[in-house]
């Protein structure tokens, strides 16, 4: 069976446009897979309420896993006194 350039020809255009049509189908796919689709209003994040909310649990993780060394510290004397506080 002999192939000529034409039937050649339209089988590499089937073929590819099957291909574009599985690429397409796919980009589809991965754009469905990581939209967020969210109904009703989303709640914002309020910074202020949630310390306020949290404040007690806040400060005792702070003073649980506060380190201090005597490298951070200042020392009183090392303040310049003409600076006005």
Same mark, same amino acid.
Do not use: W, Y
């Given at each position: 069976m002999e192939? %000529?350039?034409t039937g050649m020809f339209q089988l590499q255009s089937i073929v590819l446009? @099957? &291909?574009? &049509?599985f690429h397409r189908i796919m980009t @589809?796919?991965? &754009? #469905? =897979?990581?939209?967020? #689709?969210g109904f009703g209003r989303k709640k914002k994040f309020d910074a202020g309420k949630a310390v306020t909310? /949290? =404040?007690v649990e806040i400060m005792k993780n702070? $003073? !649980? /896993?506060v380190q #201090? %060394? !005597?490298s951070n510290l200042i /020392?009183?004397?090392? &303040? +310049?006194? %003409? $600076? +006005?506080f």
């Amino acid at each position: 069976m002999e192939c %000529s350039f034409t039937g050649m020809f339209q089988l590499q255009s089937i073929v590819l446009d @099957l &291909i574009h &049509i599985f690429h397409r189908i796919m980009t @589809l796919g991965h &754009i #469905v =897979a990581t939209t967020h #689709v969210g109904f009703g209003r989303k709640k914002k994040f309020d910074a202020g309420k949630a310390v306020t909310e /949290n =404040a007690v649990e806040i400060m005792k993780n702070m $003073i !649980k /896993n506060v380190q #201090v %060394s !005597k490298s951070n510290l200042i /020392n009183v004397n090392d &303040i +310049d006194p %003409s $600076i +006005d506080f």
